[in-house]
């Protein structure tokens, strides 16, 4: 090309700029080179814009169409991040430009910080497998129980529910019915005891035994209806007024809290905290599990209005609260949890996950040399690597794009690979794994090799485009996590055969019946425990209800010779006090003689239909107690039954 003709296309390329060239103070190839220059530039491997850096720049003239076609390579997000030193980046951006804060940070030789220069291997190579620390729990594995002893359903359930904690709801059930019948509420109200309570806990197991569409069609006179059972415990307007005025935590440290809403003080769990802690601490006393956990997460049903709902698409319950739960993975026992309040409750820093896992993971309780299985929301190789420190082994799926997966491009697993391929890449301690199943599948563990020679069954289309049963190979890994993830989803199916839960509109009422939930589920599988080492057939969940709603109802019934007083300052507990023989007082329903009047008993029988505001404190009957009509004392001095409640 002559002298003037690359003048000329000097100036189609940068048009005031020609006048420089002709005086010769640029050289030829500093503003624009030719197109045979720049194809070359773009074959050549050793081609690389060391101008596309971090640091700002003047803007330079528009450039020629052909540079701008070598300077601005379109970039997606799954653009690998590892290339061969020299090549030409497709993370490279036009000099001159600013670059996005979301790019990862390059080093001076041009490669992501993250990237690896690692290969992926298949199952031809061989993995060695890890030193793995010995199994050391502090207490040995299964019920903490005496072994040879038998149980029976209501015992069993008493380790959750004890007298303390009955008496701390009854307390407060007093307290709060109280409060809101001085508040001017109109109902009928006899103060609660222990032994009732434990008769209305059995009436809500049983209304999971035996589903109705409303709670009122339990005590239904219909024909198809007519269920004699909860009648013989208690009657529906009080069971309705326990509902109603259920409380679980003290009224005045209650009202402390409130006023220290919108401080870090303020717990919002607070109406709970009673029963919650000590149904947690139960659960950690009365087992130890074994060998293989689980974490993951549960959902309580709820349509509430409240801040700490969450939603979850994948989960059959969609909306509700959120449990994070550790849950044996052999038979589903829940062994902690805790509920998640909102992202003010778990701020270390490191990440929701990652702060979850280790506060189920009570290691001082539990010991050494555990293995943890939890998905791909909890996964990544900094957990991996922390619980490892503490002698705690873990495994799970992992997402691609967390930080610290492998970006090597190289042998990877491509989307349109046979079933069984597999590929692992070993860092250190951490293995990670790419299994082609349905889908690619990510794993990252610190308990297994790579592959163990383990086959799995799919059916898979042939040559004839037929399907068939074929054996492909599946890693270590993925073979255990199949079969010990499914811990919590073990004591979900459990808690969900026989649900308890009812319709309400106070948050921890909801919560109240999914502890009774844990507390039933957790008592059974202790009584398998107890069955399998005694070499006794064990009840069926169905059967084990059962008998505990008849065990739960004849504490009320049955009377029991009380032990010898002991020597104390303290005030008897509630079921203490119930188990004595109590004088017949009367008593008003209401604050005053105008309210919560009922019918008289007597005078029913009579065939008349007079309203009185008094009862009976012992026999829970409503009675005339006036001049002219003293019911109260002909109901005494007859003798009358005393198994009638008051209507």
């Known amino acids: 090309m002559s002298s003037r003709e690359k003048t000329a296309t000097r100036k189609l390329c940068f048009g005031e700029k020609s006048d420089l060239e002709e005086s010769g103070h640029v050289k030829d190839n500093e503003f624009c080179s030719s197109d045979d220059e720049a194809d ?111 149980y029976s359903p209501l015992e069993l359930f008493q380790l959750f529910f004890p007298n303390s904690v009955v008496d701390t709801i009854v307390k407060n059930t007093n307290s709060y019915a109280k409060m809101r019948s001085e508040a001017g509420k109109k109902f009928m109200w006899v103060p609660l005891k222990a032994q009732e309570l434990y008769s209305y806990i059995a009436l809500v197991i049983y209304m999971g035994l035996l589903s109705a569409k409303n ?131 778990l701020n270390s820093g490191k990440g929701l996950s990652y702060d979850s896992v280790i506060r189920l993971l009570d290691l001082p309780l539990l010991g050494k040399g555990y293995q943890v299985y939890m998905d791909n929301f909890y996964t990544s190789p900094g957990l991996l690597l922390d619980l490892l420190d ?126 009774v939930d844990i507390a039933v589920v957790n008592s059974f599988i202790l009584h398998q425990q107890l069955s399998k080492s005694q070499n006794k057939s064990a ?8 008998t505990l709603v008849s065990e739960l109802v004849k504490i009320a019934t049955l009377s029991s010779p009380s032990p010898a007083p002991k020597p104390s300052t303290s005030e008897p507990s509630t079921s203490e006090v119930g188990s004595k023989e109590e004088p017949c007082w009367p008593e008003y329903f209401g604050t005053d003689a105008s309210s919560g009047r009922r019918v008289c008993v007597l005078c029913k029988v009579s065939g008349l239909k007079v309203k009185t505001p008094v009862y009976c404190t012992k026999c829970s009957v409503a009675l005339c107690f006036v001049s002219s009509r003293n019911c109260f004392k002909k109901w005494h001095t007859e003798k009358h039954g005393e198994e009638q409640t008051v209507d």
């Open 40 to 150: 070359k530039n773009v074959d050549d491997p050793d081609f690389e814009d060391f101008d596309s850096s971090d640091e700002e720049s003047e803007p330079e003239s528009e450039p020629s169409p052909k540079k701008q076609r070598l300077t601005s390579t379109p970039r997606t997000p799954r653009t690998p991040t590892s290339f061969t030193s020299g090549s030409l980046s497709p993370w490279s951006t036009p000099r001159g430009t600013s670059r996005s804060p979301r790019v990862r940070k390059r080093s001076a030789s041009g490669k992501s910080v993250e990237s690896d220069t690692g290969t992926w291997n298949d199952i031809s190579v061989e993995d060695e497998a890890p030193v793995l620390p010995n199994f050391l729990p502090k207490r040995n594995p299964g019920a903490q129980l005496v072994m040879d002893r038998i």
């Open 215 to 345: 709670i009122v069609d339990y005590w239904s006179g219909k024909d198809i209806y007519k269920l004699p059972f909860p009648k013989s415990v208690m009657s529906r307007s009080r069971f309705h007024a326990i509902s109603w005025n259920l409380h679980l935590c003290d009224l005045n440290e209650d009202r402390a809290n409130a006023l220290k809403k919108g401080t870090r003080d303020y717990d919002r769990l607070f109406k709970i905290k009673p029963l919650y802690t000590d149904i947690v601490a139960a659960c950690k006393t009365y087992f130890h599990p074994n060998k293989q956990l689980a974490v993951d997460e549960r959902m309580v049903a709820t349509r509430a209005r409240i801040g700490f709902k969450q939603y979850m698409k994948d989960k059959p319950t969609k909306w509700g609260y959120k449990l994070f739960v550790l849950a044996d993975s052999v038979c589903g026992y829940t062994w902690n949890f805790f509920v998640y309040e909102g992202k003010s409750s």
């Open 390 to 515: 503490k002698k705690t082994l873990a495994c799970g799926t992992i997402r691609s794009n967390t930080q610290g997966f492998p970006r090597t491009m190289s042998n990877d697993l491509s989307l349109r690979a046979q079933k069984g391929s597999i590929r692992w890449l070993r860092d250190g301690k951490l293995l990670f794994l790419r299994w082609m199943d349905t889908k690619a599948v990510s794993m990252c563990s610190t308990i297994h090799k790579a592959y163990d020679g383990a086959t799995v069954s799919r059916r898979i289309r042939n040559s004839k485009n037929e399907w068939e049963i074929c054996h492909i190979p599946i890693p270590a890994a993925a073979k255990d996590y199949n079969k010990y993830m499914g811990g919590v989803d073990l004591s979900d199916a459990l808690i969900g055969y026989y649900n308890v839960l009812h319709k309400t509109k106070k948050w921890y009422k909801t919560f109240f019946f999914h502890f």
């Open 539 to 546: 009840l069926t969940q169905k059967d084990f209800r059962e």
